[in-house]
């Protein structure tokens, strides 16, 4: 599927070629290097709902007592 293949690329991005993957033009690049309207990404990355997401996720993190990363959690049932 698109995510894993998205996520295929950005692992390459940072562990092959060394790129700075939380630079929103580095990830704009990887999505339209995957069949991904640049655009689009950037106006759904930086659109409110997502900057809530990416909040809920930081403090669940935190919740969860992560203090490393890469880190690697499964989600069962919610």
């Known amino acids: 599927n698109i995510e894993f293949v998205f996520f295929k ?7 092959v ?3 700075i993957i ?8 990887i999505a339209e290097g995957n069949f ?3 655009n689009e ?3 759904l990355f930086e ?3 997502m900057i809530d997401q990416t909040d809920e996720e930081f ?7 992560v203090q ?3 880190t690697i959690l499964l989600k069962i049932n919610e």
Request: proline fraction near 3%.
């Open 9 to 15: 690329s950005l692992q390459q991005a940072f562990y």
């Open 17 to 19: 070629k060394g790129l």
């Open 22 to 29: 939380n630079q929103l033009n580095v990830l704009a690049d």
């Open 36 to 38: 991904l309207d640049r």
């Open 41 to 43: 990404f950037i106006r």
């Open 47 to 49: 659109s409110e709902d």
């Open 59 to 65: 403090y669940q993190i935190q919740y969860l007592g």
């Open 68 to 70: 490393g990363f890469p």
